[in-house]
């Protein structure tokens, strides 16, 4: 059979990447970039400098690395921009986060200390908890669009990059339904012009991202680019979305147990979840109304997974509960307890105990980085860019966008499979089913 390729542009020229936030998510990200491209440091974690995957059957044994089988943008080739609420640079804004070891910030100082972030688009309504002292002033939010709009441009002349991907690495803002002004771009354009008090600053730098053709990752739980006035302009203009709220650490362990749980048709009663974080984003959530964003995210991954309505004898009426206390001598390491009430064969209980210290910057940084590079080649591939949403980088979210139509996945191995599924087809390569019957003929 002759491989049929998806065509893909090549990766030429810089790639600018546009950090909307630059604490400690973003600058763990960028300063991890940095000491990879200085060799003195290896991108751990990342999918796409250190994973692998295979093609054929497995007596074809070709199993080469992702970077080197589909056309990805090289770390070298990576300018960094953004903005944030406060005048930090990004070595400062390092150094105050607390995620990285003083001396190796001070060895990238150089670099770091160069990059200075634009003022934000801020409304202190969505944001509570924090007060900032780099904002920007505006007349609408129309107006505050097109000055987000122009730092865009200006940042692509100055830093010389031919392609820009914004990824959203702030804060969590408050728990927000879809309203009207929502529905579609003219309602929402409409909105931008009078004021309206339901468009969100994330909105703001989605829709300006958008209008210019630059794909959009929404790292945080609160609606962006999920309200259907962005999801349809992103079909519009045939650029790539997706979100939202990183898959870090608590909700990572969740969607590796409950798979586990549910293949073994194990019975579950009750599951709780608590954890202590110190950093800006628990001090963000502090406030209950941005805390509720981030419930209904971590929430909806086990329904989904275990599907109570299939299997109402294991998993009708079960208790889930999600906590996360602010706690600020414990910086960016966070800790996580979980409590599993499960039962066995003829319904005797268990219980599973979890207990996770994790750096929760440490765990976010390649995923920001893989989805930086992932939507850059989603833009350079039209068969992918014309859809809007990017379903197969469900890998990284706990809320994964996905078609209207659709439940999203939240299963982290089918995620995977779906993600290394999707570049197999667009070089042509034969899906991985796993049914391996042709081994034993």
Known sequence: MTKKEIPIAEQKGKLGVLTVGMGAVATTMIAGVEAVRRGIALPIGSLTQMGTIRLGKRTDKRIPKIKDFVPLANLEDLVF???????DSAYEAAIKAGVLEKGQVDQLKDFLDALRPMPAAFEQ?????????????????????????????????????DRLIMIWCASTEVYSKPHPVHDTLESFEKGLKSNSPDISPSMIYAYAALKLGIPHANGAPHITTDIPALTSLAVE?????????????????????????????????????????GNRDGEVLDDPEAFRSKEESKLSVLEYIIQ??????????????VRIEYYPPRGDNKESWDNLDIFGWLGYPMQIKVNCLFRDSILAAPMALDLVLFLDLAQRCPDL????????????????????????????FIQLMKLKNTLRHLRGEELITHLGLEYYD
Not at 308 to 321: A, N, Q, R, S, T
């Open 308 to 321: 109570p309505d299939l299997y109402p004898e294991l998993y009708e009426g079960y208790y889930h509960k």
């Open 81 to 87: 921009g953004g903005w944030d609420l406060f005048t």
């Open 385 to 412: 860019a014309k859809m809007g949403i990017q379903e197969w980088l469900s890998f990284y979210f706990k809320s994964p966008m996905c078609a209207a139509s659709v439940y999203p996945e939240h299963d982290i």
């Open 125 to 161: 309504k969505w944001v509570k908890n924090l007060h900032p002292n780099n904002v920007k002033t505006y007349k609408s939010k129309m107006d505050l669009a097109e000055q987000v709009m122009k730092d865009i441009q200006r940042f692509k002349k100055q830093s010389g990059a």
């Open 237 to 277: 203009k045939k650029v790539p979305v997706c979100g939202k709220d990183f898959k870090s650490g608590q909700t990572f362990m969740k969607t590796l147990l409950a798979p586990g749980i549910k293949a073994r048709l194990l019975g579950l009663k009750g599951w709780f979840s608590t954890n202590i974080l």
